[in-house]
């Protein structure tokens, strides 16, 4: 009881290095960055509607997702338009894709779920040739140091938000690669932080790297009232300006993040337990995700009678497992009445198979042993 990873988060770093570069995809000449990674991706939505000059516009995305998909998509004054899954992938079927394209189509948007990489060549060909607009949501992913990464959106979506790659318990930015589309982008002034509110930051922050210990993290678990974990959709109510404050802070905490030399270690290791299960799916291995893909969770997909006492297990040993999105977005709570009621079978499938392990840098031997005991044994 008293031990219990995190199923995803990275300590926040709260002081900053002068001088200290950011990749070249968020400099100020190719990125705009807002308040969070939902506002970020309302603000490429927005772009998105404005350079298509369409009234009625339709967003495509998968039925599979988070929840804040749809806030930012009901923010831009868009209609959501749900595709399912391929099957037990977590990819966008690709021919309902095209068959849902129509002349008030605006975007695409595809997900690196977990850090798992979308089809993004083959959306890619498909948008070009309809002439809509591709949005790459990567708020589960961030490119390390020895990944030759090419980002495939006309936008990319970042979030530095808790749980996420590179956190900052909080912001999120737009990348861009040409600049015809970086300036429809909404542009809102940068938020000035007081002394005093830079300093709630920080003890925030310093809270939240105590609280992701597998010796304290227990501790909100057993706090209903926090809902640590839930899935719910909350209405995002404006597109504001990421603080200087965490924008002085970013480049400290993506050097933090691709300097973690063990992360691929890890990586392999809970790979080679789930490869060893005669019942789960490896789903980076069978999406050919690379030896050199940063992952943010380790995914692998049960059938649903067996995954609940895996999960069980799991939990009990304390060892970060995850169900994701327990529903797929027609059946989240407030969503009903924003979603048709439509059946998608294989992203159904996928939200009652799936399973994650935590990759983050507290995930120890003893825990990965204990992985191999739990799954395998």
Same mark, same amino acid.
């Not at 992913?141 to 090419?150: A, K, L, R, S």
């Not at 060892?319 to 009903?336: A, D, F, T, W």
């Given at each position: 009881?008293?031990?219990?990873?995190?199923?995803?988060?990275?300590?926040?770093?709260?002081?900053?290095?002068?001088?200290?570069?950011?990749?070249?995809?968020?400099?100020?000449?190719?990125?705009?960055?807002?308040?969070?990674?939902?506002?970020?991706?309302?603000? #490429?939505?927005?772009?998105?509607?404005?350079?298509?000059?369409?009234?009625?516009?339709?967003?495509?995305?998968?039925?599979?997702?988070?929840?804040?998909?749809?806030?930012?998509?009901?923010?831009?004054?868009?209609?959501?338009?749900?595709?399912?899954?391929?099957?037990?992938?977590?990819?966008?079927?690709?021919?309902?894709?095209?068959?849902?394209?129509?002349?008030?189509?605006? #975007?695409?948007?595809?997900?690196?779920?977990?850090?798992?990489?979308?089809?993004?060549?083959?959306?890619?060909?498909?948008?070009?040739?309809?002439?809509?607009?591709?949005?790459?949501?990567?708020?589960?992913?961030?490119?390390?140091?020895?990944?030759?990464?090419?980002?495939?959106?006309?936008?990319?979506?970042?979030?530095?938000?808790?749980? *996420?790659?590179?956190?900052?318990?909080?912001?999120?930015?737009?990348?861009?690669?040409?600049?015809?589309?970086? *300036?429809?982008?909404?542009?809102?002034?940068?938020?000035?932080?007081?002394?005093?509110?830079?300093?709630?930051?920080?003890?925030?922050?310093?809270?939240?790297?105590?609280?992701?210990?597998?010796?304290?993290?227990?501790?909100?678990? #057993?706090?209903?009232?926090?809902?640590?974990?839930?899935?719910?959709?909350?209405?995002?109510?404006?597109?504001?300006?990421?603080?200087?404050?965490?924008?002085?802070?970013?480049?400290?905490?993506?050097?933090?993040?691709?300097?973690?030399?063990?992360?691929?270690?890890?990586?392999?290791?809970?790979?080679?337990?789930?490869?060893?299960?005669?019942?789960?799916?490896?789903?980076?291995?069978?999406?050919?995700?690379? *030896?050199?893909?940063?992952?943010?969770?380790?995914?692998?997909?049960?059938?649903?009678?067996?995954?609940?006492?895996?999960?069980?297990?799991?939990?009990?040993?304390?060892?970060?497992?995850?169900?994701?999105?327990?529903?797929?977005?027609?059946?989240?709570?407030?969503?009903?009445?924003?979603?048709?009621?439509?059946?998608?079978?294989?992203?159904?499938?996928?939200?009652?198979?799936?399973?994650?392990?935590?990759?983050?840098? *507290?995930?120890?031997?003893?825990?990965?042993?204990?992985?191999?005991?739990?799954?395998?044994?």
């Amino acid at each position: 009881m008293f031990y219990q990873l995190a199923p995803a988060g990275n300590p926040v770093v709260v002081s900053a290095r002068a001088g200290l570069p950011l990749p070249d995809f968020l400099t100020s000449s190719h990125a705009r960055f807002y308040a969070s990674g939902t506002a970020a991706l309302a603000a #490429a939505i927005c772009a998105a509607i404005n350079y298509k000059q369409i009234k009625n516009a339709e967003i495509i995305l998968p039925a599979y997702a988070c929840q804040d998909l749809i806030s930012a998509i009901v923010y831009a004054g868009a209609r959501p338009v749900l595709v399912d899954f391929e099957t037990h992938r977590p990819w966008l079927d690709l021919a309902q894709v095209s068959a849902a394209i129509n002349e008030n189509t605006a #975007a695409i948007i595809g997900v690196n779920l977990f850090g798992i990489s979308e089809r993004w060549p083959l959306l890619r060909a498909l948008a070009d040739e309809k002439s809509v607009l591709l949005i790459e949501d990567s708020a589960q992913y961030f490119p390390d140091n020895n990944e030759n990464h090419i980002w495939s959106g006309d936008f990319v979506v970042l979030s530095f938000g808790r749980g *996420k790659p590179v956190s900052l318990l909080g912001g999120g930015a737009v990348y861009c690669a040409h600049q015809h589309l970086l *300036k429809v982008l909404p542009l809102v002034k940068m938020q000035a932080v007081t002394g005093m509110a830079g300093l709630l930051f920080k003890m925030k922050a310093q809270l939240y790297n105590l609280m992701i210990s597998p010796y304290v993290f227990w501790l909100p678990q #057993a706090l209903p009232f926090l809902h640590l974990g839930e899935t719910r959709y909350h209405e995002l109510h404006d597109i504001a300006a990421m603080d200087n404050n965490r924008q002085q802070l970013l480049a400290m905490n993506v050097r933090r993040y691709q300097s973690d030399v063990l992360a691929e270690q890890r990586c392999e290791k809970i790979s080679a337990i789930i490869e060893l299960s005669s019942s789960a799916i490896n789903l980076p291995r069978v999406c050919d995700a690379g *030896k050199n893909r940063r992952l943010l969770r380790y995914p692998f997909l049960l059938d649903a009678g067996s995954r609940e006492a895996v999960f069980i297990q799991l939990q009990q040993a304390g060892l970060g497992v995850s169900k994701m999105y327990p529903h797929i977005l027609p059946e989240i709570e407030g969503l009903q009445g924003l979603l048709p009621e439509k059946h998608f079978p294989q992203a159904q499938a996928f939200a009652e198979s799936i399973l994650t392990l935590p990759l983050h840098e *507290k995930l120890k031997a003893n825990d990965i042993n204990e992985i191999h005991r739990v799954l395998i044994t």
